[in-house]
């Protein structure tokens, strides 16, 4: 029988540790062929840059579902999530039903996951600094994750917006509130950008020799967070190509340009955690890491959250 999972089932059941692994296992599937998934498909939902995705994935390895996820920007204003989704589990070998669940919860923690698993891979020995550009769910997720697979000596955050960055700083003692995103990303060693903005928050001349730079805010082919120059500048990993070249503005937009072309995307991350592609190659190297997220992590998360919950007789029966 199908149960449904709330976000308070979700949490208890997906421990920050063991998704950071799982994702791993996932974008290294993906990267190796073994998931059919096309790139999410997006439609408009009236005004203001709202949009409504559906992201099926089927895994060889036997998990099977979709991700319907909406972003509304002005919720904030009526005291609801920017981004809410739903996740659909089904059984790979008959197609039917074995959950439905809150999606909200994966798409926050995933995010931050894969995160960490790049910055575990691609951020240069003896990194000590971290400067977290913006301060809503995904700065606060990032923290999270990142913390638990690097020790930083220093943590920097600047947000545009003054309470909010406040509110973090004081939610989160060991972070220092910036004065401005330049102070913020000046020499730090890792550089997470998880802001709304669709045009460039940093800049090249901020970015130090060695930096890694994950850039997760700009999803959409309109939107960028990081100077061309800087994309041009540094060694480019994403978590899916196909996606990368349609929908990251990131790099699409300096594509159009002309600062570069599609190869220079470097290699996924799934390559370069399978000993396909290098990832760093010196330590003086700028890496950047685009995700997307893609509807491979979200089913991964979601079958592992099933499962757990069957096992703690978590859920509600849907008859």
């Given amino acids: 029988m199908a149960i449904w999972l709330n976000e308070s089932d979700v949490r208890a059941v997906l421990p920050m540790p063991d998704l950071i692994d799982i994702m791993a ?7 190796w062929g073994q998931v059919r998934q096309p790139v999410r498909n997006v439609i408009e939902a009236g005004s203001g840059g709202n949009f409504f995705a559906s992201m099926p994935a089927y895994l060889e390895s036997g998990q099977m579902g979709a991700k319907l996820v909406t972003v509304f ?5 009526r005291g609801l999530p920017t981004h809410q989704a739903t ?3 089904l059984d790979a070998e008959t197609g039917s039903l074995l959950a439905v669940m809150d999606g909200r919860y994966i798409t926050e923690a995933r995010t931050a996951a894969v995160s960490a698993v790049a910055v575990r891979e691609l951020a240069r020995p003896g990194a000590r600094t971290l400067a977290i550009v913006g301060s809503g769910v995904q700065a606060g997720s990032h923290l999270e994750a990142l913390s638990l ?4 000596e220093e943590i920097r955050c600047w947000s545009p917006t003054e309470s909010r960055l406040r509110q973090f700083a004081y939610a989160h ?4 509130a910036a004065a401005s995103a330049e102070a913020a990303v000046r020499g730090a060693d890792v550089v997470v950008l998880v802001t709304a903005s669709t045009t460039p928050v940093v800049f090249d001349d901020w970015i130090a020799p060695g930096a890694c730079v994950i850039s997760v805010g700009a999803c959409r082919p309109t939107q960028r967070e990081m100077d061309p120059f800087l994309v041009a500048r540094g060694r480019v990993v994403v978590d899916s190509r196909a996606a990368a070249v349609k929908e990251a503005g990131d790099l699409a937009i300096a594509m159009a340009e ?12 799934g390559e370069v955690l399978a000993g396909r592609i290098p990832g760093r190659t010196s330590d003086d190297q700028v890496l950047i890491f685009k995700p997307l997220g893609q509807a491979v992590e979200d089913v991964a998360a ?3 959250a099933y499962s757990r919950a069957c096992a703690a007789g978590r859920g509600v029966a849907l008859d």
Wanted: no cysteine.
């Fill in 173 to 176: 003692p060991q972070v220092q």
């Fill in 25 to 31: 296992k996932a974008l290294t599937a993906f990267s």
């Fill in 149 to 152: 697979v690097w020790k930083f």
């Fill in 73 to 77: 920007h002005r919720n904030g204003e």
């Fill in 302 to 304: 979601a079958q592992l």
């Fill in 258 to 269: 002309g600062h570069f072309g599609p190869e220079h995307i470097a290699a996924e991350l």
């Fill in 87 to 89: 996740i659909v589990l």
